[in-house]
T-cell receptor, first 112, second 115 residues
Framework: EPEVTQTPSHQVTQMGQEVILRCVPISNHLYFYWYRQILGQKVEFLVSFYNNEISEKSEIFDDQFSVERPDGSNFTLKIRSTKLEDSAMYFCASGAGFNEQFFGPGTRLTVL | DQQVKQNSPSLSVQEGRISILNCDYT??????FLWYKKYPAEGPTFLISISSIKDKNEDGRFTVFLNKSAKHLSLHIVPSQPGDSAVYFC??????????????FGKGTKLSVIP
């Protein structure tokens, strides 16, 4: 069964460093998403991506964040200068339409 | 701003009995609702969904009920099994018209099924 994959599973970085979180969505999906979950809090929407561009972003997704789909299979989230409060689980999701979103296993980002 | 609320942080049920997980929402623009199950250190796994034009959707042991007038939905699991023990998230989406179907999640309910 096809699934969304994410790498790395755990990323530790120093405050101020850049990180790139990688995702391989399910191959025939058209909609791609990033969510995050800070420990003990709910899953929050960051950004959606459709037709090779950002379709919507939340207020969390500020200028420090960017997304790319560089080669038709990978979908990346970049945080340019990490802050302590960026520590969270980051989930990638993909879907073929509005009635489904399949999530990856997540990347745990720890900012020291 | 809790547009999707799961007011019970936890629920314990005996194996074989019914588990009922509840969810309330405030945004009348939501038109699609989903339930996800999440184990520790894993991503949310899609369980079942319901469109706002329906009031019930069933898939095996899982049934979701939607009461639009009350802005309430519930997930019934019958019979409950120990493997159902996980955190269950209610999520809702409203098409933004921009090719986006962002999900708004509740805080989750931790279900423990006791053998």
């Amino acid at each position: 069964e096809p699934e969304v994959t994410q790498t790395p599973s755990h990323q530790v970085t120093q405050m101020g460093q850049e990180v790139i979180l990688r995702c391989v969505p399910i191959s025939n999906h058209l909609y791609f998403y990033w969510y995050r979950q800070i420990l003990g809090q709910k899953v929050e929407f960051l950004v959606s991506f459709y037709n090779n561009e950002i379709s919507e972003k939340s207020e969390i997704f500020d200028d420090q964040f960017s997304v790319e789909r560089p080669d038709g299979s990978n979908f990346t989230l970049k945080i340019r200068s990490t802050k302590l409060e960026d520590s969270a689980m980051y989930f990638c999701a993909s879907g073929a339409g509005f009635n489904e979103q399949f999530f990856g296993p997540g990347t745990r980002l720890t900012v020291l | 701003d809790q547009q999707v609320k799961q007011n019970s942080p936890s629920l314990s049920v005996q194996e074989g009995r019914i588990s009922i997980l509840n969810c309330d929402y405030t945004n009348s623009m939501f038109d699609y609702f989903l339930w996800y199950k999440k184990y520790p250190a894993e991503g949310p796994t899609f369980l079942i969904s319901i469109s706002s034009i329906k009031d019930k959707n069933e898939d095996g042991r899982f049934t979701v009920f939607l009461n639009k007038s009350a802005k309430h939905l519930s997930l019934h699991i019958v019979p409950s099994q120990p493997g159902d023990s996980a955190v269950y998230f209610c999520a809702a989406n409203a098409y933004s018209g921009a090719g986006s179907y962002q999900l708004t999640f509740g805080k989750g309910t931790k279900l423990s099924v006791i053998p």
